[in-house]
């Protein structure tokens, strides 16, 4: 699985390492960017789940990526960055309660639950990370395009697929209502960073509880 060898390589280590010291949180404020439907996915037992029922008043970290990709600064760096969240998270269980990771494949034809059910159990997660994928393209494509994630497939020189698919990394940070909050890519796909705008999530959420009248 070129995905897992190169999340441990040297390369992406370094590239997981802080470039810079996020601002604590609470101190600033994520905007909505956009706003995400419901889907349906299967999970690593091929039965359909649902993106509302995996992220019920959950903060979500949402990672598109597929096992075979080979290039050091897409899937393999989003696998060791949500690995190292993963295993923060579980040092603070009082916060993991409140966040989700999803791993969305969008090669659907190699990325069966059976081969993520392999891919979970070598990353093993502490938390609460659930690796996904569809039945088919066709109830994968709305849910990229909802997503705004283009992918496409690489043609060889004979107009074979080569295996491999153009895409650019993104990571979304989904609130409780579905609301984009942010969106990482390379050079700023950073644990700590995720971790402080998990927490600035859910501080805002305890200040609107706070001020909302009872009825």
């Not at 990771?101 to 891919?119: G, I, M, N, Q, Y």
């Not at 989904?174 to 998990?198: C, E, K, M, P, W």
Request: with cysteine; charged share 20%.
């Amino acid at each position: 699985l070129p995905i897992l060898a190169l999340a441990q390589s040297s390369p992406i280590q370094d590239a997981i390492q802080p470039q810079f010291t996020p601002p604590p949180p609470g101190t600033y404020t994520l905007p909505t960017i956009d706003t995400v439907t419901d889907h349906t996915f299967l999970d690593t037992k091929g039965e359909p789940v649902y993106l509302q029922n995996l992220t019920q008043g959950k903060v979500a970290v949402l990672s598109f990526m597929y096992t075979s990709c080979a290039d050091v600064g897409g899937c393999p760096l989003a696998a060791a960055v949500l690995q190292q969240i993963d295993r923060r998270l579980s040092e603070r269980p009082a916060l993991a309660k409140y966040v989700t990771l999803l791993s969305v494949s969008f090669d659907p034809e190699r990325d069966t639950p059976t081969h993520l059910a392999k891919t979970r159990d070598i990353l093993n997660p502490r938390t609460d990370w659930h690796f996904l994928t569809t039945s088919s393209q066709a109830d994968l494509t709305p849910i990229l395009a909802d997503f705004n994630q283009p992918v496409v497939k690489l043609s060889q020189e004979n107009g074979d697929w080569s295996g491999l698919f153009r895409h650019v990394l993104k990571v979304y940070l989904l609130d409780a209502n579905h609301n984009v909050r942010n969106i990482y890519s390379t050079g700023l796909f950073n644990a700590q960073l995720v971790l402080n705008d998990i927490e600035t999530i859910l501080l805002e959420t305890d200040k609107q509880a706070a001020t909302t009248p009872r009825q």
